[in-house]
């Protein structure tokens, strides 16, 4: 399964991410957030957490999500944590 969070440099999208990064509820997990230095270092902290447990995790921007099935949020900036599966 795939998952992206919009709003993941956010404390509840960041710690939304560690759990299923940690926990491998996802195969993929994409982050998503117009904050990007602050992307980045959770990113960067989120790969080397899930080390070992197959999960890809990687950042983007909205135009990743386009072709996926659900998509929410706002496009001129995250509004908030969305849980999106595909």
């Not at 795939?2 to 993929?28: H, M, P, R, W």
């Not at 080397?48 to 990743?64: E, M, N, S």
């Amino acid at each position: 399964m795939k998952v992206a969070i919009v709003g993941a440099a956010g404390t509840l999208g960041s710690c939304a991410a560690f759990i299923i990064a940690t926990q491998k509820l996802a195969d993929e997990l994409l982050l998503i957030d117009p904050w990007e230095n602050m992307l980045k270092a959770h990113w960067m902290d989120l790969t080397t957490a899930a080390a070992g447990q197959d999960v890809l995790v990687r950042r983007g921007t909205f135009k990743d999500l386009k072709g996926f099935r659900y998509c929410s949020g706002n496009r001129r900036g995250a509004v908030g944590c969305y849980f999106i599966t595909f």
